[in-house]
């Protein structure tokens, strides 16, 4: 069974820092893209950050500068370290990941949602 377990968030104050970490687990063939999305209270869930297998990112426009996504393929993790906070910031981070997982002798795809891990920007 794939799973996606979350860690890393929490309260901190405007300007600070926190590293959000994604670690996938299960008959896992490959993965090949890890991203990273937020729900802000009472607002659309939207994608803040991507990773594709090869090293590719791309940002959303309100991070762009100040968070950092990346993996290691080694441990099928991937993680976002998010500097110079803002309130607009407070949302439940949810991590994505989508690739193929082996079931028997055939391959799968899988396209899999973490629970989310809240993250409170706030003096």
């Known amino acids: 069974q794939l799973q996606l377990l979350e860690s890393g968030g929490g309260l901190v104050q405007p300007g600070g820092s926190l590293r959000l970490s994604c670690a996938a687990s299960g008959s896992i063939f490959s993965i090949n893209a890890m991203d990273w999305y937020r729900q802000p209270p009472g607002k659309q869930r939207e994608l803040v950050a991507a990773?594709?297998?090869?090293?590719?990112?791309n940002y959303a426009d309100s991070v762009k500068g100040r968070f950092t996504i990346s993996r290691d393929n080694a441990k099928n993790t991937t993680y976002l370290q998010m500097n110079s906070l803002k309130p607009e910031d407070t949302a439940v981070y949810y991590c994505?990941?989508?690739?193929?997982?082996?079931?028997?002798?055939?391959?799968?795809?899988?396209?899999?949602w973490g629970k989310g891990n809240q993250v409170t920007v706030s003096s």
């Open positions: 994505n990941a989508g690739g193929t997982y082996v079931q028997g002798s055939l391959l799968h795809p899988f396209d899999s």
């Open positions: 990773i594709r297998s090869g090293g590719s990112t």
